[in-house]
């Protein structure tokens, strides 16, 4: 009888394992374009490495991404890597057989009562004494690949989470960076101010020295003054942009305010960055570990769906167990205490009435959403890269073109001056030269802190090449 129910529910549990999962939608096509529009025209894939947009060789930087490599950030993108190292242990350990052990004692005393009345002479032993051991094997054999598939989807959640983890490693290096040129700009700057400062007052003297000899009124010591004070007074906003690095780079590595000045400091001459490399952008998106946690995210939910799938297949499943039953203790090495089973299992839905189809229609929008977060992965690493080559053309021109100006401006103000000590110009017209000339430089030397600036924004949104180089450490 039962032989022939288990005949009659076989072809059924086939059946229900045996439909599909249903046609999935054509995923639309990612295309690259052949080149990037704003990258330079005489840049090659050759030079695309870390020394041509990052400050990599300067001392500060290196003081300051050793302790970069603490940071808390990067020690939790660490710490979801070992979880999802777990994870996929788990998962690879659930496709191999399982094997448990049990053993047991006991002594059960039961009323005489119970068995009713008890001829005479008859006894009826009240107390029973138990002792056994079992170990048992099960194994599920997977022949539909169900956790095989949900292997899969751990492994590429893991292969996510180390390309998630080299995201924020990029993202650390980019911020070390960024505070060393934003210092050594900072830097610049205030020499430049500090050069006009000196050039205003020895102006000024002069001046001073002509009213007191009664060729200039006093109106004039005052404008002098004025231009000076005035230069002085653009030193204070620095210094409030400087306390903005520091504390940036305490929270990012944990250490003092002193310690990351002293760190700072250790690169007196500024970085100089090497004209922007280019490549194919397939090869650069591709190369970008935010797009490849994308992909391997798609990959996952691929894997979930058909591990989704494969429940509706029955599952057979081995299983066996050997033990030891006695009565006493000396009745454990008696042949008799050995007991044993051996048996084989076969389960699967037979009407769900649509419970793994709701979780098959779930599992295709999770898949849909995965690739659709892979497009944008895609297309915005694109957007910041053609974004990134433009600035930092743009940044490059306007440097080179204030710098033309700086020095242009230094000329007038020198031949303002010669022409004011020959009696041709009035000494207004001269400090309103000198001004000029003092604005045209600080502009230029600002200029060139953000061209710097731009290199390391392209750096990263390139996928910041040559980051392992940075955290050799790094797990």
Same mark, same amino acid.
């Given at each position: 009888?039962?032989?022939?129910?288990?005949?009659?529910?076989?072809?059924?549990?086939?059946?229900?394992?045996?439909?599909?999962?249903?046609?999935?939608?054509?995923?639309?096509?990612?295309?690259? +374009?052949?080149?990037?529009?704003?990258?330079?025209?005489?840049?090659?894939?050759?030079?695309?490495?870390?020394?041509?947009?990052? +400050?990599?060789?300067?001392?500060?930087?290196?003081?300051?991404?050793?302790?970069?490599?603490?940071?808390?950030?990067?020690?939790?993108?660490?710490?979801?890597?070992?979880?999802?190292?777990?994870?996929?242990?788990?998962?690879?350990?659930?496709?191999?057989?399982?094997?448990?052990?049990?053993?047991?004692?006991?002594?059960?005393?039961?009323? +005489?009562?119970?068995?009713?009345?008890?001829?005479?002479?008859?006894?009826?032993?009240?107390?029973?004494?138990?002792?056994?051991?079992?170990?048992?094997?099960?194994?599920?054999?997977?022949?539909?690949?169900?956790?095989?598939?949900?292997?899969?989807?751990?492994?590429?959640?893991?292969?996510?989470?180390?390309?998630?983890?080299?995201?924020?490693?990029?993202?650390?290096?980019?911020?070390?960076?960024?505070?060393?040129?934003?210092? =050594?700009?900072?830097?610049?700057?205030?020499?430049?101010?500090?050069?006009?400062?000196?050039?205003?007052?020895?102006?000024?003297?002069?001046?001073?020295?002509?009213?007191?000899?009664?060729?200039? +009124?006093?109106?004039?010591?005052?404008?002098?003054?004025?231009?000076?004070?005035?230069?002085?007074?653009?030193?204070?906003?620095?210094?409030?942009?400087?306390?903005?690095?520091?504390?940036?780079?305490?929270?990012?590595?944990?250490?003092?305010?002193?310690?990351?000045?002293?760190?700072?400091?250790?690169?007196?001459?500024?970085?100089?960055?090497?004209?922007?490399?280019?490549?194919?952008?397939?090869?650069?998106?591709?190369?970008?570990?935010?797009?490849?946690?994308?992909?391997?995210?798609?990959?996952?939910?691929?894997?979930?769906?058909?591990?989704?799938?494969?429940?509706?297949?029955?599952?057979?499943?081995?299983?066996?167990?050997?033990?030891?039953?006695?009565?006493?203790?000396? %009745?454990?090495?008696?042949?008799?205490?050995?007991?044993?089973?051996?048996?084989?299992?076969?389960?699967?839905?037979?009407?769900?009435?649509?419970?793994?189809?709701?979780?098959?229609?779930?599992?295709?929008?999770?898949?849909?959403?995965?690739?659709?977060?892979?497009?944008?992965?895609?297309?915005?690493?694109?957007?910041?890269?053609? %974004?990134?080559?433009?600035?930092?053309?743009?940044?490059?021109?306007?440097?080179?073109?204030?710098?033309?100006?700086? =020095?242009?401006?230094?000329?007038?103000?020198?031949?303002?001056?010669?022409?004011?000590?020959?009696?041709?110009?009035?000494?207004?017209?001269?400090?309103?030269?000198?001004?000029?000339?003092?604005?045209?430089?600080?502009?230029?030397?600002?200029?060139? %802190?953000?061209?710097?600036?731009?290199?390391?924004?392209?750096?990263?949104?390139?996928?910041?090449?040559?980051?392992?180089?940075?955290?050799?450490?790094?797990?």
């Amino acid at each position: 009888m039962i032989r022939s129910k288990l005949a009659l529910a076989l072809p059924a549990l086939l059946l229900a394992g045996c439909a599909s999962i249903g046609e999935m939608p054509p995923r639309a096509e990612i295309v690259m +374009p052949d080149n990037f529009v704003f990258a330079p025209v005489d840049a090659s894939a050759e030079n695309l490495n870390a020394r041509a947009l990052l +400050p990599s060789e300067t001392p500060a930087f290196q003081a300051l991404i050793k302790r970069a490599a603490n940071a808390p950030d990067l020690a939790i993108a660490v710490a979801r890597i070992d979880a999802a190292r777990a994870v996929t242990a788990r998962a690879k350990a659930e496709r191999l057989p399982a094997v448990d052990f049990n053993a047991s004692a006991q002594e059960q005393r039961s009323n +005489p009562n119970q068995f009713g009345n008890i001829p005479g002479g008859a006894g009826a032993d009240a107390s029973r004494f138990s002792i056994g051991g079992e170990i048992s094997a099960r194994w599920d054999l997977d022949l539909f690949g169900r956790l095989k598939a949900s292997q899969r989807a751990a492994q590429k959640r893991l292969d996510a989470a180390g390309f998630d983890a080299e995201a924020v490693r990029i993202a650390l290096a980019s911020e070390v960076a960024a505070a060393v040129v934003d210092w =050594q700009s900072l830097a610049a700057q205030q020499a430049q101010i500090m050069a006009n400062v000196a050039a205003a007052e020895q102006r000024a003297g002069l001046i001073k020295s002509r009213v007191r000899a009664g060729l200039n +009124p006093g109106l004039d010591a005052m404008r002098a003054d004025a231009v000076v004070e005035g230069l002085r007074a653009q030193l204070a906003p620095l210094k409030g942009d400087e306390t903005q690095v520091v504390s940036r780079m305490v929270a990012l590595t944990g250490a003092s305010a002193d310690t990351v000045m002293a760190e700072l400091n250790l690169s007196n001459a500024q970085w100089s960055g090497d004209a922007a490399p280019s490549s194919a952008p397939s090869a650069i998106i591709a190369s970008r570990p935010d797009v490849q946690a994308a992909a391997a995210r798609l990959a996952a939910s691929d894997a979930d769906l058909a591990a989704i799938a494969a429940q509706r297949f029955p599952s057979f499943t081995l299983s066996s167990a050997l033990g030891l039953l006695a009565f006493s203790l000396g %009745g454990l090495f008696d042949s008799d205490a050995i007991t044993g089973q051996l048996g084989a299992g076969i389960a699967g839905p037979l009407l769900d009435f649509g419970r793994i189809q709701s979780e098959i229609d779930g599992g295709k929008a999770q898949t849909k959403i995965a690739f659709e977060e892979l497009r944008k992965a895609t297309f915005t690493a694109l957007g910041e890269a053609e %974004g990134g080559f433009g600035r930092l053309a743009a940044a490059d021109q306007e440097a080179d073109l204030l710098a033309a100006q700086a =020095q242009r401006e230094a000329d007038v103000a020198r031949v303002s001056a010669s022409r004011y000590r020959a009696g041709l110009e009035s000494l207004i017209a001269v400090l309103d030269a000198d001004r000029t000339a003092y604005l045209a430089q600080q502009q230029a030397v600002a200029a060139k %802190g953000r061209a710097q600036r731009a290199r390391l924004t392209l750096w990263q949104v390139l996928g910041g090449p040559g980051t392992a180089e940075l955290f050799p450490t790094s797990q």
